[in-house]
Each structure stands twice: as C-alpha cells, then as structure tokens.
C-alpha cells in the first residue's frame, strides 16, 4: 500500500482522527492551496477556505483580509449563480412557475420559518424571538423564549405553534403564549454516555496505530538525518534561521508524507538544507505526540471525552412536523446521527421511531402529510416517507447537478412542504442552484417552483408556500425571497 498525504493536513490528523467531522468534499485550507486540481472536482466547497488562506498575510491585517475575501468570495457566487440559472434555463424543463416578487429582510439571525394559516411568517431568530410578519415584511409581534428556536411547525387548524431547541420543546397558544415546555430529550445516562465513548475509542485505536507508524517511521528519519548534521552542523547564522522558522515556513519545506507498507518518511522540497530537514522533523515527530504510544492515546483518549461531552449535550433541533395525532422531532442523536421522534401535541408518549439518521450540514428536515413522517435525507439526494412507526413506506430522488428532475449540490434535498390540496410535494435545495422543484407524491417530477438568484452555500433552505405565494428562507443572507406565478 502507498499513501501520498500533503503535510498541510498532518499536523491536523490527531483532531480528525478523533472524530472530527467534515462536510463531504471539504478539505483544509493548505491543501486547497496545494492541490487545486482536488479542489475543482467540487466546486462548491474549499473555495471561501483557500482565499481566507491566501488572504492573510499578517495578523495585523487579518480582519480586513478575511473581510474582502468574504467579498470577493459572495460577489463570484452571485456571479456564478447566475451563470448557472442562465444555462440552465436553456432546457425548458428548468423554466419556473413563479417569479421572485419581492425579498424580506428578517432583523436577527434567521434560523428557521414557517406560515400560520393565514399566510403570517413565523421567523425563527438567535435572539430568542420568533418574530411574526405580514406576506409583506412588515412586523405585526414578537414571541419572546427563554431560548434559541431552531425548529417550528404550525398546526394550522388552531394556530398552535410547537418550536424547539437548545434541548426545549415547548408548545404555544396561536397568541405566542407558552402553555407547555420540557426538555427533549432527557439527557442520557451515564451507561449510555459510556457505551458512546467506547465505541469513539475503539475506533480510534485503529488510527492510533497509524499514527504510531508514522511517528516511528518520521523518527528513524530524523535519527539518519542527526547524523548527517553531526558531520556537517551548520553555521551559527543558520542554526538562529532555523530556530526562527514559523510553521508555515517549516510546511512549506514538506511535499509530502509517504506510507510505503507501513513505513513512513517526509519527502521534502528540493533544495532543503539537513539542518532545516531536522527542524521540520521534530516539529512534526512532536505534532504526532512522538514515538510514545501512551502520549498519543492519552491526547486522543482526552479529546474523545472532551468531544462525547458536546455530543451528549442538549440537543439541537432540526425539523419539527405536527400531524393529526403525533408530533414528529427530528433531534441530534448520539455520535452525529439524528433521531426521529414520535410524541403527542401534549407532549406525552416520547418514542424513537428512527435513529442513526444521517445529514449533512448539521441539517435533517422532516414534514407531516396524511399522518406520516416525511424526510429531506440530504446526505442520499433522497425523500423518503415513513409511518407513524419509523417502517419506510417510499422514496425518490436521484444525484444530478444538470437534469431538473435531480437533486444537485453536496447534500440535497435541504427542506421539504407540500401543496395545500395535498396532492403535491416540494423540494427546496440550497444548490447549486438554489431551487424549489415540484413533485408527485410518488416522485414523478412536475416542474421548478421557483428559481432565485441567489447563493446560499452549505446551509439549510427552508420553503412554504400560501395558496400559490411562495416563501424562501435564505439564512446566509437573514432574509426571506417571495414568489409569485409568472
């Protein structure tokens, strides 16, 4: 077996290999600096990382770097947005049915929303509020919490809200008047807690061993290379240049890390001086805890812990869905997994229906229609509905970033509605592009809702629609598009 890594990611490799988690296709900025070719297979992740990268010569001027680059950065996407809808809309099947009419600003940071029965916007906001506004924009009130809402539904025939998060459930009266609240769910036991991090240790220990192998394997290097300088030790003008090296000096004299049947070793750049080769040694031998199995199973054996202690923490929300007789939480679960609950309106009941759930950018989106629980699985480009029970009942869906009847981008479908006569379901998608599509029950696709100009990035894209209005969160941007048939 031969492995070929950048040493970019080396120094990174304790932290993932502790269970560190990635968006598919996400890589570190110094290896999107040195591998560009990588970088286009996916375009849509990496690229904010590489400029951030490139962008920032000196602490002095980090925040106005990192600010142009952020610039830069949504000037191109909006460019490359429209691009896309432009070659896009050369296939008539991408043609919309509706036309943004209007954008509403949303004060606060906007999580998550959803429509009452009379068309109002329910804004889910970071300050603790959900804030209720007209199809307009204008704001009518405001809800005040005792936490961040993350995830809302509306049941439609009363007006009652139900809206978690932070691990709180609570339920209001159509007036936002809290009636009930709990925390959901209790908190795990402490025989569970210990069941997750013994199996995040026993994965680890795999890795460990790699680790070990390439520690001992940089370490011969080095005892070969102190050999070499004790014939030739350098100058004293040289030694203070190499005392001083910066990290990124000692990264930049590294092409790579190669694993040949277990036998590791750094190639380095041409040109690199032994005294220069010792230091990048040691400081790498010393990123990887040395040659001491004990030191490195320790570090990681601390950051498991540090790590099981966030995952079974209060739980964050994702989607909540209100059916006739259930209401369906989808939560985190163990690891970064997510469970589906089954609890009543009054709160009673709690079950698992679903769990090991898996989504991608932090999102699992689920919706109610005719008392089953339907799921935006955007790690598999797939809706999937389930009955009250957790049996999967259906599926659809496809990967394709051109055909409109596809799901593009790296986690797709983000959020799930359907039509108010029941018979039809809409799919939002953060991108590229961003887009509403219409489909069947049974995924036969009908046509594009609505197709805005806008770049999203990773993150959730939440849609509702009121008779044949259209409302379309965008987070990045705290604002809501609006649209209306052509």
């Not at 080396?10 to 990588?38: D, F, H, M, N, R």
């Not at 439609?156 to 709180?168: A, K, P």
């Not at 990035?457 to 705290?478: A, I, K, Q, W, Y």
Request: proline share 5%; net charge negative.
């Amino acid at each position: 077996m031969r492995i070929d890594m950048k040493l970019g990611v080396v120094i990174g490799i304790v932290v993932l290999l502790a269970g560190g988690s990635y968006c598919t296709g996400q890589q570190a900025p110094s290896q999107a600096k040195e591998e560009p070719k990588k970088q286009a297979d996916d375009p849509d992740l990496g690229d904010l990382s590489k400029e951030l990268d490139a962008a920032t010569p000196s602490a002095a001027d980090d925040n106005a770097a990192a600010i142009k680059a952020m610039e830069s950065y949504a000037a191109r996407a909006k460019q490359e947005a429209i691009e896309t809808r432009d070659r896009l809309l050369k296939d008539s099947r991408w043609k919309p049915t509706h036309k943004q009419v209007n954008r509403l600003a949303i004060p606060g940071k906007l999580n998550n929303m959803c429509l009452d029965a009379e068309g109002r916007i329910l804004a889910c906001c970071g300050d603790k509020k959900i804030r209720v506004l007209s199809a307009d924009g204008k704001l009518q009130t405001t809800y005040t919490l005792d936490f961040v809402p993350e995830a809302i539904s509306v049941r439609l025939s009363d007006g009652t809200i139900f809206v978690g998060g932070q691990g709180q459930l609570a339920r209001l009266n159509s007036d936002g008047k809290v009636q009930k609240k709990l925390a959901f769910p209790p908190p795990p036991s402490a025989e569970d807690k210990k069941t997750l991090v013994d199996g995040m240790l026993k994965e680890i220990e795999v890795q460990i061993k790699q680790m070990q192998q390439m520690s001992e394997g940089i370490k011969k290097q080095l005892d070969l290379v102190k050999k070499e300088l004790a014939k030739a030790p350098p100058t004293d003008e040289e030694s203070k240049k190499i005392a001083a090296m910066s990290e990124d000096d000692i990264s930049n004299c590294v092409a790579g890390l190669t694993g040949t049947d277990g036998q590791w070793e750094l190639a380095f750049s041409e040109g690199t001086s032994t005294g220069v080769k010792a230091r990048v040694l040691e400081q790498y031998l010393q990123s990887l805890g040395g040659a001491d199995v004990a030191k490195q199973r320790e570090a990681l054996v601390q950051q498991v812990q540090s790590q099981a202690d966030e995952l079974t923490g209060s739980a964050t929300y994702t989607g909540l869905a209100v059916a006739d007789k259930d209401l369906f939480v989808i939560c985190s679960g163990p690891g970064y997994s997510y469970n589906a609950w089954r609890i009543t309106p009054d709160f009673d009941e709690p079950k698992v229906i679903l769990s090991g759930l898996r989504g991608c950018c932090g999102q699992m989106d689920c919706q109610a229609h005719d008392g089953h629980l339907w799921l935006a699985m955007n790690s598999q480009h797939k809706v999937q509905c389930y009955d009250r029970d957790g049996k999967k009942l259906s599926e659809f869906g496809k990967t394709d970033r051109e055909a409109a009847d596809g799901f593009g981008g790296c986690c797709e479908p983000k959020n799930l509605r359907f039509s108010q006569d029941g018979k039809y379901v809409y799919a939002a998608q953060s991108g590229p592009p961003v887009c509403v599509k219409r489909f069947t029950l049974d995924g036969v696709f009908q046509d594009v809702a609505c197709f805005p100009v806008c770049e999203s990035g990773c993150v959730r894209v939440s849609v509702d629609v009121h008779g044949n209005t259209f409302f379309l969160m965008n987070p990045d941007e705290s604002a809501i598009y609006v649209f209306q048939p052509e």
